[in-house]
């Protein structure tokens, strides 16, 4: 009997602790580009799903059921000499591994809530494939985004200019009949708002030319949104907004800058987290403090304490985020000198912050985001500088810290809940 407790025990050592980890991480399932090739992994199993090189334009999407994969790049050669859009439109099944070309030409391609359908724009047109043929939905849209229960389209048109000035960007509504054979362009189509050819917060202004980012709350009763002025001015200030679902109600929350984070709900709430401050980041670590707005009430609350700057975020839940934070500092041309981040996390509810991970110096944690279902905090680990990192995964508080995938670039995971994550 000694003998067969002493045998038994031997055993369990030799077996690799990875065999007793948590289930939950072993059934993760993400996507994502590494050196120029689309993979996936699924718990420990990593897969090349792409056998030539490419350029991905965008961060592969999970359908809502993780069966299909979403995913853009440009084409290796265009089939028409003025195809001013060259990027194509795939997808890919999981269990057939197979993949398939959904359209050449267009891009901003996004799964409807539910089902298989593909939204995609293409030349300002807005359209949508059921992975076999598409429908033409409506003309002029710059953004867009499906109403939470697929039937619906919030666009916007952004500004043009005529000779006595701009004019204003324009949100609308776009109703799907029954049958889109039935589709007409512009019968389907009522104007939402007209948003001003000026906004502001506090002391800065900007120009109204395209509205972008669109993002239901989590009751649907409020759509946020990112007003920018033309290219080169929204380097440095552009304005978070918010609308009530009817229409009526209007608000510039603060202004922000593109290319740090977008706003982004509580799962549960009507709270909106937003990293605000304007001017980019070459102008300095300064000046970008991570706000959550709560809604309809529009009180605002400053999470980043004195002398931090936020360089990215993610909810946890309706009471907890995680922010990629750096300390206040100049720019430097210097990448060694350059501040990197590591990560906090926020209780809402509590004056509490916590430093919960711990990278070497000269490298920072990034795009941080938290898995529901899995119950597990995930980041990328690299240099400000670089476009590609590694994937890292650990518990909430920090602790059990892992190396999960190595020279990561554009990334989603699909959760079993059905929701989709990803930067």
């Not at 055993?11 to 007793?20: C, D, G, H």
């Not at 985020?321 to 300390?327: E, G, K, T």
Request: charge should be neutral; proline fraction near 5%.
């Amino acid at each position: 009997m000694r003998k067969l407790i002493l045998l038994l025990f031997c055993f369990l050592l030799i077996i690799p602790s990875e065999a007793w980890g948590d289930t939950t991480e072993n059934g993760l399932q993400a996507a994502f580009i590494r050196n120029g090739y689309l993979w996936i992994k699924i718990g420990v199993a990593e897969e090349q799903i792409t056998a030539e090189p490419g350029e991905f334009t965008n961060t592969p999407k999970w359908s809502y059921d993780g069966q299909w994969l979403l995913y853009e790049k440009e084409a290796q050669e265009s089939h028409s000499p003025d195809m001013e859009n060259r990027t194509e439109i795939w997808v890919y099944n999981v269990k057939s591994k197979k993949h398939k070309r959904i359209f050449q030409g267009g891009g901003n391609a996004k799964w409807a809530p539910s089902d298989y359908r593909i939204a995609f724009t293409s030349n300002g047109v807005l359209n949508i494939s059921d992975l076999d043929q598409f429908h033409n939905i409506a003309l002029g849209v710059d953004d867009y985004n499906w109403y939470p229960d697929g039937k619906s389209f919030i666009v916007s048109s952004s500004a043009v200019l005529k000779p006595d000035g701009w004019t204003s960007p324009t949100l609308y509504k776009v109703q799907l009949p029954a049958e889109l054979e039935n589709m007409n362009l512009t019968h389907h189509v009522k104007p939402f708002f007209t948003i001003p050819k000026e906004i502001g917060s506090g002391n800065a202004t900007i120009m109204s030319i395209n509205a972008t980012a669109l993002e239901f709350s989590p009751d649907g009763k409020w759509i946020s949104f990112i007003v920018s002025p033309t290219a080169s001015l929204a380097m440095d200030s552009d304005m978070v907004c918010v609308i009530s679902s009817n229409g009526k109600n209007f608000e510039v929350l603060d202004e922000m800058i593109l290319h740090l984070d977008v706003p982004k709900w509580a799962p549960g709430r009507n709270l909106l987290g937003y990293i605000a401050g304007g001017g980019r980041i070459v102008m300095g670590f300064k000046n970008k403090k991570l706000k959550v707005a709560e809604l309809p009430a529009f009180k605002t609350l400053n999470l980043t304490p004195a002398k931090f700057a936020e360089m990215g975020f993610t909810w946890v839940d309706n009471e907890r985020l995680v922010a990629s934070r750096v300390d206040e500092s100049e720019w430097s041309n210097d990448p060694q000198k350059r501040p990197e981040p590591t990560l906090c996390l926020i209780q809402l509810s509590k004056a509490q912050q916590t430093r919960i991970t711990y990278p070497k110096n000269s490298i920072g944690d990034y795009n941080p985001l938290y898995l529901k279902t899995a119950g597990k905090l995930t980041w990328i680990r690299k240099k400000l500088a670089e476009q590609k990192g590694d994937l890292w995964i650990a518990e909430l508080s920090g602790k059990n810290a892992k190396l999960w995938a190595k020279d990561v670039e554009k990334y989603s995971f699909y959760e079993n809940s059905g929701q989709k994550s990803g930067s």
